[in-house]
């Protein structure tokens, strides 16, 4: 019996780094687990060693350095390549529970509907390097374009989040097209952290304490 896959989407400055580190607190002793389970938190890119190096790449702020949308597109799927075979897949076949903060419908939301990058194409690459492995349960933290750049307006923006409020509010609307059509559970990100908190907890309470 393989383990659940858990993942939080959102645009930057949702919230899904606090809702982890909340989940990682709660979920050991929570009941849905096996005694004999892990908790492994993770995220893309970066999340296998080679992927570290990856978001390195992806990330860097130098002009200079800048890769075209099409490497952009293909370096996210390296490193999600690797993060599957090497931390995801493992994790999920030894019966242990995987929370990413972030997966491939990331991808489609800033490549795709971002970029405008052909959303066939994606997923014709996605169901190559996904290798089978696509989440149990997803969560879209929802919050405005102008509410994400208002919370990271004394951060240091890397190269995606440097990119405007244009650019993130068709990321936006790309990640509400995807949660209808994949039935994610939807929460609003305005809302305080012990309000969000609960309601994932409570999500994954309904949708997993039959499975313990």
């Known amino acids: 019996m393989k383990g659940k896959f858990i993942v939080i989407e959102g645009i930057d400055g949702c919230g ?18 096996k005694k004999e389970s892990k908790l492994i938190t993770t995220r893309e890119p970066g999340g296998s060693l080679l992927g ?5 790449l992806i990330l860097d702020t130098n002009k200079n350095n800048q ?11 390296a490193d999600r390549a690797e993060h599957v075979s090497k931390i995801i897949s493992p994790a999920l076949n030894k019966n242990n529970w995987v929370i990413s903060d972030r997966f491939s419908d990331s991808t489609l939301a800033y490549q795709g509907y971002g970029r405008n990058i052909n959303l066939e194409i994606i997923k014709n690459i996605e169901s190559i390097v996904c290798q089978g492995e696509y989440p149990d349960l997803t969560f879209f933290l929802e919050i405005s374009p102008e509410e994400s750049i208002s919370r990271r307006k004394n951060q240091i923006p890397d ?9 993130l509010e068709k990321v936006n609307e790309g990640f509400k ?6 039935n994610w559970k939807v929460i609003s990100a305005s809302q305080n952290i012990e309000t969000i908190s609960y309601q994932i907890k409570e999500t ?8 313990k």
Request: charged share 30%; glycine share 6%.
């Open 177 to 182: 097209v995807i949660a209808k059509e994949k």
């Open 159 to 167: 190269r995606i989040e440097a990119e405007g409020i244009k650019f």
């Open 16 to 33: 899904k780094t606090t809702q982890i580190d909340e989940l990682t607190k709660w979920l050991p002793s929570s009941g849905l687990m």
């Open 204 to 211: 994954l309470l309904k949708n997993f304490s039959t499975n």
């Open 52 to 56: 570290k190096k990856l978001r390195g």
């Open 67 to 77: 890769p075209s949308s099409l490497a952009e597109l293909l370096l996210y799927s």
